[in-house]
């Protein structure tokens, strides 16, 4: 089996070790549990967080995520338009922040994860296919 890039399974919130497990238990709109994790993957059984609150660390990741954005809105805003009044781009910025708060949350964590989470990448173990 051909290895999964890391990009993609970043993209796709997959597991750090097996790059087919889910790491979170719905989809990032389902306002209800977008929050939820799986604590081990479905897939290899790897357990997620080394330590109890781990994910907290993930904040430091979703302050820099916020910084970008806040800095891609405002300029989006200053080239496309020019000179705004200052509501303008804090309208536009709070807007931005609350529709992308659950892909920045879920990104955060599986950022810092993919970072902090001393997990590698383990090559599926291949069986007789082809005898
Ligand atoms: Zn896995």
């Given at each position: 089996?051909?290895?999964?890039?890391?990009?993609?399974?970043?993209?796709?919130?997959?597991?750090?070790?097996?790059?087919?497990?889910?790491?979170?238990?719905?989809?990032?709109?389902?306002?209800?549990?977008?929050?939820?994790?799986?604590?081990?993957?479905p897939?290899c059984?790897?357990?997620?967080?080394?330590e109890?609150?781990?994910?907290?660390?993930?904040?430091?990741?979703?302050?820099a995520?916020?910084?970008?954005?806040?800095l891609?809105v405002?300029?989006?805003?200053?080239?496309?338009?020019?000179?705004?009044?200052t509501?303008?781009?804090?309208?536009?910025?709070?807007?931005?922040?609350?529709?992308?708060?659950?892909?920045?949350?879920?990104?955060?964590?599986?950022?810092?994860?993919?970072?902090?989470?001393?997990?590698?990448?383990?090559?599926?173990?291949?069986?007789?296919?082809?005898?």
């Amino acid at each position: 089996m051909a290895k999964k890039s890391v990009g993609r399974a970043i993209a796709l919130g997959k597991c750090p070790q097996c790059h087919e497990g889910d790491l979170f238990k719905s989809k990032p709109y389902n306002l209800r549990k977008f929050t939820q994790m799986h604590e081990t993957c479905p897939n290899c059984g790897v357990q997620y967080a080394r330590e109890p609150r781990f994910f907290e660390g993930a904040m430091y990741v979703s302050y820099a995520i916020s910084v970008a954005l806040f800095l891609t809105v405002a300029f989006t805003i200053y080239f496309l338009f020019g000179r705004q009044p200052t509501y303008v781009f804090m309208t536009s910025i709070i807007v931005a922040v609350i529709l992308l708060y659950p892909l920045q949350l879920r990104y955060s964590r599986i950022l810092y994860l993919y970072a902090f989470g001393n997990l590698k990448y383990k090559e599926p173990v291949v069986t007789d296919q082809n005898n």
